[in-house]
């Protein structure tokens, strides 16, 4: 043969090496999204059923609280946090669902958690149950009474109006941003998040979650006010609520004018500590500023947090321990919630930076956890509950390791967001 056959048969050989390397080369394997989106379905489907009737929604398990494991979490003696203890669940609701009316702050996420279910596999019988429990909420659209309404109101008709808009939604939206702009304190530049407790004006990290909802009314109406309150508050909590370390404070409350009166825990450690959900309602908050308004400091802001929670959560499978400040250790109750936000949130900042794929590559890892036999729960057990392992509010003795809600919430938001921006949908999974 001589040199030039030699080559085009060398390069023939390639060729036909290469292409079938294409045919056979691993796909990615998703089938833990699948998981993820079938047991959401049969659990929901469940739940929604079982639930139906009693005008309530279903927020978590009931679960007790050993008075010496508390002290250990929180390194104090009993004497100094005995006064915000819930009390005991009665021993015969102990491991039974715990249900909520309408005017709890979890009450949206229920019915989120349909929409979005619906969203990713087109079952008509979830569409049904959605509707259903959206319009359970209808009465919240005259309730003033907490900073809470934009979880409420935002995650459940806000996910009705994208995937069922009708002119009513839109009522009870703005009808309710009315009523939480109501809360707003022009002099202090915030909303108000609590009427309970001797705060003057207290503040919670939480409560830039609740912008989502204002934003969402000035596109409804054209009228630039609500996220003119949005951008304020957003602005006196970036400037007040955060350390030099970019973690944040749960409460901060304001006197009369502007000036910071307290900064404290309710739901963390302790004052100075870095409650997990309270970091993950930030970087979520602020990366909702910035696709709202398109003002860079947000971003760059939310980046910052974000990076601070990749450094700070130092579990194998980064799904926080309920306050980074916890003692380190196996009994240490984990937080999926905090994960599930946090998740929801990198997936949307990785599409907004250009190294994206860092972020997004967490919350991959993140999800993939999440939808691991660890957290995700066996169809027809955890009350119905998608995802298992979270902490409400444990300085108050309530709802530690549990299922809840919002964590089942934002999951099913994160799978939605990462199959989007993978471009698979459940038909090629
Ligand atoms: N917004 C209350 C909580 O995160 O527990």
Redesign the pocket.
Known sequence: MNSMKKNLVLFASFAVIALSACKTAPQEDYSWVKKGIDTATEQLKLTGEEVKGTEQLPRSIRTGYDMNFLCQQLERDSLTFKDSLRAQPAAEDLGKRRLCGVHD?TSGFFPGTLWYTYELNNDEALKALAIDYTNLLNPVRYYKGTH?LG?MINCSYGNALRLSANDSIKAVMVETADNLCSRFNDSIGAIRSWDFGTWNFPV?I?NM?NLDLLFTASKLTGDSKYKEVAVKHADTTMKYHFRPDYTCWHVVSYNNDGTVERRQTH?GKNDDSSWA??QA?AVYGYVACYRETGDKKYLDFAQKIADMIMERVKTDDLIPLWDYDAPQGENTPRDA?AASVTASALIEMSTMVPDGKKYLDYAETILKNLSSDAYLAKVGTNQGFILMHST??LPNGSEIDTPLN?ADYYYMEALKRFIDLKGITIQNL
């Open positions: 702050w809470d979880f919670i939480d979650m739901q959900r309270g309602w919630s409400g509010s919002y």
